[in-house]
Nanobody, 121 residues
Framework: QVQLVESGGGLVQPGGSLRLSCAAS????????MAWYRQAPGKQRELVAA???????NYADFVKGRFTISRDNAKNTVYLQMNSLKPEDTAVYFC???????????????WGKGTLVTVSS
């Protein structure tokens, strides 16, 4: 069984920074892409940033230049460094990863339960 557990959310003032972490654990053979999504109240879940197994990154336009995604393959962990936070960044942030549990596994998407980020003065 595979689990993704996020941490690092909280309350921060506009212009501040937070670093989110997401650790994958369990029966893991290989992790492909890892990503962060977010969902604000009353809105659909949206992609924030993603990183491939080879380290290629892509970002949503609304976070370019402010957020940085990174991963530590030895720790099965993905990070999201969030700088210059704005009130509109307030949302529950979810970790996502494509994980194979065996060498022959097709792989499937796993999700964490989310961590709340609130940007407010």
């Amino acid at each position: 069984q595979v689990q993704l557990v996020e941490s690092g959310g909280g309350l921060v003032q506009p212009g501040g920074s937070l670093r989110l972490s997401c650790a994958a654990s369990g029966s893991i053979f290989h992790i492909n892409d890892m990503a962060w999504y977010r969902q604000a109240p009353g809105k659909q879940r949206e992609l924030v940033a993603a990183v491939t197994g080879g380290g290629r990154r892509n970002y949503a336009d609304f976070v370019k230049g402010r957020f940085t995604i990174s991963r530590d393959n030895a720790k099965n962990t993905v990070y999201l460094q969030m700088n210059s936070l704005k009130p509109e960044d307030t949302a529950v942030y979810f970790c996502n990863a494509g994980i194979k549990t065996t060498w022959s596994d097709q792989g499937m998407d796993y999700w964490g339960k989310g961590t709340l980020v609130t940007v407010s003065s």
